[in-house]
């Protein structure tokens, strides 16, 4: 099971909750997923198991939780990335996404032990697809409202294929470098906008 048991309602069960993520996240730094057990999050947290259990029903479901607010940041980096003065080439606007996601690799405690050592969960699947679209959306409305772009269905399909892109690169990026490899970062910004600005399938 990787659903959060219980949604705390009062400020110091908020905080208890945020505090068992905030130290799933340190731990994640140096242990392992496997070697990590609900008593020494519980113990690092400085609450009892029985309180950890109250919320989570095992370590998948606090893991869940914690990719959860992940999503919700990226989403929320976007639409910060987006509204904020556009630079004069799309490309440039690009670069600054791709460079804002770099840094939650190299900055998030437990971001990346996460992203290539965590659990499959299937619970997240649909979080991580909204959270795609939200992003391809904001991506979309900032190329059409600076850039020129068509605002058509095939333009919207592009976006969410070049989210989809950028997310692989990223991920090529840092699989073996925790600082990113940083020819493929600046070629994922490059490569996006030449596929994004591209004719229209099907045109000569």
């Known amino acids: ?3 959060q048991v219980n949604e705390p309602r009062q ?13 799933t ?8 997923y496997d070697d990590l057990g609900t008593k020494l999050i519980a113990a690092e947290a400085g609450v009892s198991v029985g309180v950890l ?16 607010s992940w999503l919700q940041l990226d989403v929320q980096i976007a639409e ?3 509204t904020e003065p556009l630079p004069e080439r799309s490309q440039d606007l690009l670069e600054k996404l791709v460079t804002a996601y770099a ?13 290539y050592q965590g659990p499959r969960i299937a619970s997240l699947r649909a979080d991580t697809q909204r959270t795609d679209q939200e992003i391809a959306a904001r991506v979309h409305g900032a190329l059409v409202r600076g ?20 997310s692989n690169l990223l991920d090529l990026a840092f699989r073996d470098d925790p600082m990113g ?14 596929y994004l600005f591209a004719p229209p399938t099907g045109s000569h």
């Not at 208890?16 to 993520?21: P, Q």
């Not at 996240?25 to 392992?32: G, I």
């Not at 109250?54 to 990719?67: M, N, Q």
């Open 53 to 68: 259990y109250r919320y989570f029903a095992d370590k998948e479901a606090i893991v869940a939780s914690l990719v959860r």
């Open 147 to 166: 850039y020129a772009m068509p605002d058509t269905d095939e333009s919207r399909r592009r976006g969410r294929l070049a989210v989809e892109v950028g």
């Open 80 to 82: 910060r990335v987006t």
């Open 11 to 23: 400020q110091r069960s908020r905080e208890k909750v945020a505090r068992i993520l905030q130290v």
């Open 103 to 115: 840094d939650r690799f190299r900055e998030e405690p437990g971001y990346r032990r996460v992203w």
């Open 25 to 32: 996240a340190s731990l994640l730094e140096t242990t392992s």
């Open 1 to 3: 099971m990787a659903e």
């Open 181 to 194: 490899d940083s020819e493929i970062l600046a070629d994922a910004a490059l490569m996006m906008d030449r």
